[in-house]
């Protein structure tokens, strides 16, 4: 029998959630008091969520479940209800869940009519046989499993079908939240999705992140969260991390895995390794967007290389942060 070592959480009581729902160019000039109240509020939805599974005794995995389902039922973030259209018109979302106890991992892409993607990754990883399903396969899987589906109307954001109206007629696709009418949006803006990361009370860790997706991304296009390693990766010996950004760099870049390489291979601590990744590598390749990340021990990470990244973290030392802008 081989037995791994773990890096155990000595005191087995500190807990950490850490939530993200999309970095890119947020500028508080475009911002109105009330968006600005209603994203702060979302965030803060899904802390709760999270948080209080964890203060019960719960599992990471189960927290950072219960936070993305929050996110994804908020019409203001790009998962779930609200996810941005294709250019086809429709909306595909990709969704990964990892547990860092043992690499148990599910995810799903381009998913069509699921209302939470997080949780039919979920019933991959848990009751398949598989780590990623993908199409009409994922949606009979999620009949089958007994999730809920929604019609096309339960998913429709007048926001989002405008962001897609103005660009559609082009090749032109857009990161969610600076997607506007007008603007150059082939690389230039915001990214949507939404993620947690989590480290529960023994020291367990988990990550899971749900995306519609780029604006008027081509149909099929599948992008870097449900690809477990680009942008979802959960370890108990390194980190757990969930990102958001312009996908094809992040996958390119294996970032999630990256940082967790930092850590296993260059003995760098969880801030440094995303430092390392999202200020420097991901730069260099053009990767704009960020990503958020806990350890073992219950230590966090919220980096970013855009103006802005929709962020949380509340622990069980009472510390609590919400923001926005850099
Ligand atoms: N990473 C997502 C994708 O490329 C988009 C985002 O984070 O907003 O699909």
Redesign the pocket.
């Known amino acids: 029998m081989i037995f791994f070592s773990r890096i155990k959480n000595p005191l087995m009581m500190n807990y950490t959630i850490v939530v993200h729902g999309?970095a890119g160019t947020i500028l508080k000039e475009e911002m109105t008091p009330e968006l600005e109240a209603a994203y702060r509020q979302g965030l803060d939805a899904a802390l709760g969520a999270g948080y209080a599974v964890l203060a019960q005794g719960g599992t990471a995995i189960d927290a950072v479940a219960a936070a993305v389902v929050s996110l994804e039922d908020d019409v203001l973030f790009?998962a779930g209800r609200g996810a941005v259209f294709t250019h086809t018109g429709s909306q595909e979302m990709?969704a990964a869940i990892m547990d860092g106890r043992d690499l148990s991992a599910g995810a799903v892409a381009g998913v069509h009519g699921v209302r939470n993607p997080i949780l039919l990754a979920n019933e991959v990883m848990r009751n398949s046989d598989h780590v990623l399903l993908s199409g009409e396969g994922a949606r009979e899987f999620a009949v089958k499993q007994g999730l809920r589906l929604e019609p096309d109307e339960y998913f429709f954001s007048q926001f989002r079908y405008d962001q897609w109206r103005a660009i559609c007629g082009s090749d032109q696709y857009a990161?969610?939240h600076s997607a506007k009418a007008g603007d150059n949006l082939k690389r230039n803006g915001k990214?949507?999705?939404v993620g947690a990361v989590a480290c529960d009370s023994n020291g367990n860790i988990a990550a899971a992140t749900s995306?519609g997706?780029?604006t008027n991304k081509q149909y099929g296009r599948i992008?870097?969260?449900p690809l477990i390693g680009s942008?979802t990766y959960a370890n108990n010996d390194t980190c757990a991390i969930s990102?958001?950004?312009?996908?094809?760099p992040?996958i390119r870049s294996v970032v999630a895995y990256d940082v967790s390489c930092l850590i296993e291979y260059k003995g760098l601590n969880l801030q440094q390794a995303m430092d390392l990744v999202v200020h420097d590598k991901l730069v260099q390749r053009q990767g704009e967007?960020g990503m958020i990340g806990v350890d073992a021990r219950g230590n966090h990470a919220m980096v970013f290389n855009t103006p802005g990244m929709y962020r949380g973290m509340h622990n069980s030392r009472q510390q609590k942060e919400i923001a926005i802008y850099t």
Not at 243 to 248: F, I, L, N, Q, S
């Open positions: 999309g790009n990709d990161l969610d990214m949507g999705t995306t997706g780029m992008g870097d969260t942008g990102c958001t950004g312009h996908g094809e992040f967007g």
